[in-house]
């Protein structure tokens, strides 16, 4: 059986340690490494997007990396139960027209038995800024 530690339930050292692997493999920009950390059924709330299941979200994150360029995130702890997350994010990208942008956000994690995210509901904003006002500039 496919599993991805730590597993819930979460203590706040594990919910942490699950959050970073979350920025870390979202950072690499690479579909398919991401998608292993979601069940193959997996359901999410993007913004206005509802997708569904693996190859959707490589779908899904095939098209956002192509179009947010220059992508980098940070994940905050914001609270955990047993087998659910929530945080805060905020990261920066850039769209081909050499505009720079800035999504501030909150997602809310569930997780099966296995440590693999069943559930990711995401409320995004962005906000339009100016190059010199990019926080993760060489990061």
């Known amino acids: 059986m496919e599993q991805k ?10 919910a942490k340690e699950k959050i970073q692997m979350a920025e ?3 950072n690499s920009q ?8 979601y069940t193959v059924d997996s359901e999410w709330r993007n913004r206005d997007r509802f997708i569904n299941g693996r ?5 899904f994150l095939r098209e956002k990396w192509a179009k947010e360029l220059n992508y980098k995130l940070r994940k ?12 805060r994010f905020e990261y ?10 800035r999504a501030y956000g909150n997602e809310n994690w569930e997780f099966d038995e296995n440590g693999l995210m069943k559930k990711r509901y995401a409320s995004i904003n962005d906000l339009p800024i100016k190059e010199e006002e990019r926080k ?3 990061v």
Not at 5 to 14: Q, S, V
Not at 55 to 59: A, G, K, L, T
């Open 24 to 26: 870390d493999a979202w």
């Open 30 to 37: 690479d579909p398919e490494r991401v998608s292993k950390a």
């Open 5 to 14: 530690h730590p597993l819930p339930p979460f203590t706040l050292e594990t």
């Open 136 to 138: 993760f500039k060489g």
């Open 76 to 87: 905050e702890y914001w609270a955990h139960t047993d087998n659910r997350i929530a945080v």
């Open 55 to 59: 190859e959707e979200i490589v779908e």
């Open 92 to 101: 920066e990208y850039q769209r081909e027209n050499g505009d720079w942008f």
